[in-house]
């Protein structure tokens, strides 16, 4: 059976969930900017390079 037309100005039945959207993530947190980590690692990893080819440029 085809379902009757709705007029423009009315607001079609809709089908779906009844239950109320979730609540939002506050933004920020230390996860929302990982660039800041990233970094952080690559200074360190770059820190310990540097200090064992000083130690090998310095034998």
């Given amino acids: 059976m085809a379902e009757p037309l709705v007029p423009p100005e009315e607001t079609p039945p809709v089908e779906g969930s ?15 900017h990982p660039m800041i980590w990233v970094s952080l690692i690559l200074l360190g990893s770059l820190s310990v390079a540097l200090f064992f080819a000083l130690r090998i440029i310095d034998l």
């Avoid at 009844?18 to 929302?32: C, F, K, L």
């Fill in 18 to 32: 009844t239950s109320s959207a979730h609540p939002e993530r506050p933004d920020g947190g230390v996860w929302e």
